[in-house]
């Protein structure tokens, strides 16, 4: 494949718009959907959200369900409104 080419110029309008045509536009697609649920997961894995949760864990294991309930409420009200 040969280009031509000005030095002054870069390509003729017309290689232009047949690249334009057969590449499309030189812009990096996004999966969104992958993107805001890789983001949504971050949220939750600073070391002090984990420390949460284990508090939250060792709270129900040991009968406290309602601080282990308001702790977990906490934790997903937090990552949610950090997401958003």
């Known amino acids: 494949m040969e280009i031509e080419l000005s030095e002054r110029l870069g390509l003729s309008t017309k290689d232009a718009e047949e690249r ?8 990096i697609k996004e999966d969104r959907k992958f993107k805001d649920i890789k983001l949504l997961i971050n949220q939750f ?3 002090y959200i984990l420390l949460l949760f284990f508090t939250a864990l060792l709270s129900a294991i040991l ?3 309602i601080d282990a309930f308001i702790i977990i409420s906490i934790i997903l009200l937090g ?3 950090d997401f958003w």
């Not at 334009?20 to 812009?27: I, R, V």
Request: glycine content about 18%; cysteine-free.
């Open 45 to 47: 894995k600073s070391p």
């Open 79 to 81: 990552g949610l409104l």
């Open 20 to 27: 334009l045509k057969k590449y499309g536009y030189n812009k």
């Open 63 to 65: 009968g406290e369900k």
